[in-house]
């Protein structure tokens, strides 16, 4: 389970990288992002080893690679101007 837990940690962080080179313009403070991919990896693979028990690495680590990037998808902000819809 320890080697899950670092695994996902390590793949969660590599997301954020990845993500901020490539988006650093829509995402926020370059910190908040290379913090929050490593903590959704890794609560992603709690949830995925939770869900399917011992013995899945290979699954446990795709479903904290998954939560990781819904996580970090969560923060890129739109791009040009936002057009938003008349009050009721």
């Known amino acids: 389970m320890i080697l899950e837990a670092l695994g996902s940690i390590a793949l969660g962080f590599a997301l954020a990288w990845a993500a901020g080179h490539r988006l650093g313009d829509r995402l926020p403070a370059r910190h908040l992002v290379l913090a929050a991919g490593?903590?959704?990896a890794l609560f992603?693979?709690?949830?995925t080893h939770s869900a399917l028990g011992p013995g899945h690495v290979v699954a446990t680590l795709a479903g904290a690679v998954a939560v990781g990037a819904v996580l970090l998808s969560?923060?890129?902000r739109?791009?040009?101007r936002v057009r938003r819809s008349a009050a009721a």
């Open 44 to 47: 992603g693979a709690y949830v």
């Open 78 to 80: 739109p791009r040009g």
């Open 74 to 76: 969560l923060l890129i």
């Open 38 to 40: 490593p903590l959704g």
